[in-house]
Nanobody, 122 residues
Framework: QVQLVESGGGLVQTGDSLTLSCAAS????????MGWFRQAPGKQRELVAA???????NYADSVKGRFTISRVNPKNTVYLQRNSLKPEDTAVYYC????????????????WGQGTQVTVSS
C-alpha cells in the first residue's frame, strides 16, 4: 500500500512559479507510475501530468511548456514545477499512483493524496 501526501500549495499571483511535492510512503515507490491531477470548482478532475517508472511523461495540452513533472526515487517524491501560472490553474491538485500507466493517465489510480489547494490571483 502507498500513502501520498501533497504539499506546496498556496496563494500566488498570475505569472508566478510554484512547485508542488508529493511524498510517498513505502519501499516500492519506484514501481509506481505517478500522476498529478487537478479539480477546479464545478469542474471534473483532470490529468495535468504523469510520469512513468522509466521517466516517460505525459502532459495536458493546457500545461505543456509551463509545467514539468519529475520524480526522485531515492526520496520517494514526485514534483510538479509550474511556471507562468494563470488564474485558470486555480484548483485542488492531487497526486496519484498506480503500477499501471494506463490507470494513472485515466485517473483510475489505486492511490490518491488528500490534495493541496492552489489559488492564482489575477
Amino acid at each position: 500500500q502507498v500513502q501520498l501526501v501533497e504539499s506546496g500549495g498556496g496563494l500566488v499571483q498570475t505569472g508566478d512559479s510554484l512547485t508542488l511535492s508529493c511524498a510517498a510512503s513505502g519501499r516500492t515507490f519506484r514501481s509506481y507510475d505517478m500522476g498529478w491531477f487537478r479539480q477546479a470548482p464545478g469542474k471534473q478532475r483532470e490529468l495535468v501530468a504523469a510520469i512513468s517508472t522509466g521517466g516517460s511523461t505525459n502532459y495536458a495540452d493546457s500545461v505543456k511548456g509551463r509545467f514539468t513533472i519529475s520524480r526522485v526515487n531515492p526520496k520517494n517524491t514526485v514534483y510538479l514545477q509550474r511556471n507562468s501560472l494563470k488564474p485558470e490553474d486555480t484548483a485542488v491538485y492531487y497526486c496519484a499512483a498506480d503500477p499501471r500507466w494506463s490507470s494513472v493517465v485515466a485517473g483510475l489510480g489505486n492511490y490518491w493524496g488528500q490534495g493541496t489547494q492552489v489559488t492564482v490571483s489575477s
